[in-house]
């Protein structure tokens, strides 16, 4: 005859059953993560994701891969982002220009940055630079600006519509008069390649993209928003005269909302044990980028301080957007 289990005895294994079915559960990752980067292969964004991806799959002991969702200043690929399965294995590349100002410019943005990602963490900041053309012989503010005008009827790159490259662009032509034409591209490296070539004027972007064709003589540096050790002979806007231009960018690491609180956690530690290896930081300096290693509640809230300050900023200067 069967005896019956003691109450008690049946309690204790039911209420072992879930921690079993969750114990089966496999951990994050336990498949290849793909890290969309919103931005064409070339530019400033994706080269620092690039510079980070081994030790980060090293640190996840997982795959991850890289896909480029260029286009609209980045809002394309956080669009896709935004939409994907919420299960760790979509991660975005997230900057300044995507979140703080694209809610700012874009009338039917595809995202809400406050609300449609779960921010994981930043990786660094990198100052910005004007960079023009060696046919102008302007290695100065000034010099700049009075050959621009002798010119007339210039240009100026940016990343893309509604990016920091286009506002900063649009600000400088505003403070200083000039006839400038704002031409945007689809990324940093065809913009690269028509300032090259002469068939625009000059172009703000971080040193990450810029400094090797500065070092290399074919792009001229005129100023810088911060000094960096990348570009040490490059004089900052305010040591020329124009003290409010000290915008940075910063870059980070989030997921689509309603990611798993450990996913985003494990990301988090995984993305600062790799800012803090002196290696990847030295590399990171070397492109211009300093690495900033922090909480992912740090990110999020620079999230929300930006998006007030850009918009603030936006409004007070007038700038007007393509």
């Known amino acids: 005859m069967i005896r019956a289990l003691p109450l008690a005895l049946l309690s204790a294994i039911a209420l072992a059953l879930p921690a079993a079915s969750a114990w089966a559960e496999p951990a994050w990752?336990?498949?290849?993560?793909?890290?969309?980067?919103?931005?064409?292969?070339?530019?400033?964004?994706?080269?620092?994701?690039?510079?980070?991806q081994p030790a980060l799959a090293r640190q996840l002991r997982q795959t991850v891969?890289?896909?480029n969702a260029g286009?609209?200043?980045?809002?394309?690929?956080?669009?896709?982002?935004?939409?994907?399965?919420?299960?760790?294995?979509?991660?975005?590349?997230?900057?300044?220009?995507?979140?703080?100002?694209?809610?700012?410019?874009?009338?039917?943005?595809p995202y809400d940055p406050a609300q449609d990602f779960e921010y994981a963490g930043f990786i660094g900041t990198s100052p910005y630079v004007l960079a023009a053309r060696p046919g102008l012989n302007a290695g100065t503010l000034p010099a700049l600006v009075s050959a621009l005008k002798t010119q007339g009827n210039g240009s100026y790159a940016s990343v893309g519509?509604?990016?920091?490259?286009?506002?900063?662009?649009?600000?400088?032509?505003?403070?200083?008069?000039?006839?400038?034409?704002?031409?945007?591209?689809?990324?940093?490296?065809?913009?690269?390649?028509?300032?090259?070539?002469?068939?625009?004027?000059?172009?703000f972007d971080n040193p990450v993209g810029l400094a090797p064709f500065v070092q290399g003589g074919k792009l001229v540096a005129?100023?810088?928003?911060?000094?960096?050790?990348?570009l040490p002979d490059v004089p900052t806007f305010?040591?020329?005269?124009?003290?409010?231009?000290?915008?940075?960018?910063?870059?980070?690491?989030?997921?689509p909302k309603g990611t798993p609180p450990e996913v985003v956690r494990k990301m988090n530690t995984a993305l600062n044990t790799v800012l803090r290896d002196p290696a990847i930081a030295a590399e990171l300096a070397a492109k211009g980028v300093d690495v900033r290693p922090?909480?992912?509640?740090?990110?999020?809230?620079?999230?929300?301080?930006?998006?007030a300050f850009w918009g603030d900023l936006i409004k007070t200067t007038g700038v007007q957007f393509d």
């Open 238 to 255: 305010a040591s020329q005269g124009m003290p409010t231009y000290t915008q940075s960018l910063w870059y980070g690491l989030a997921f």
């Open 29 to 52: 990752p336990d498949k290849p993560v793909t890290l969309i980067v919103p931005f064409p292969a070339g530019g400033g964004t994706d080269l620092v994701v690039r510079t980070l």
């Open 71 to 109: 286009g609209a200043g980045g809002t394309v690929g956080s669009g896709q982002a935004a939409r994907a399965k919420a299960d760790g294995y979509t991660a975005l590349a997230v900057t300044t220009s995507t979140t703080a100002l694209s809610a700012n410019l874009y009338k039917n943005l």
């Open 161 to 203: 519509a509604g990016t920091v490259s286009h506002l900063l662009g649009e600000m400088f032509k505003k403070d200083k008069r000039l006839d400038l034409t704002h031409i945007p591209y689809r990324g940093a490296a065809p913009a690269y390649t028509d300032l090259i070539g002469g068939q625009v004027d000059i172009m």
């Open 222 to 230: 005129v100023a810088t928003t911060s000094a960096t050790p990348i």
């Open 65 to 67: 891969v890289i896909q």
């Open 294 to 307: 922090d909480t992912a509640q740090a990110l999020t809230q620079a999230v929300s301080h930006d998006l």
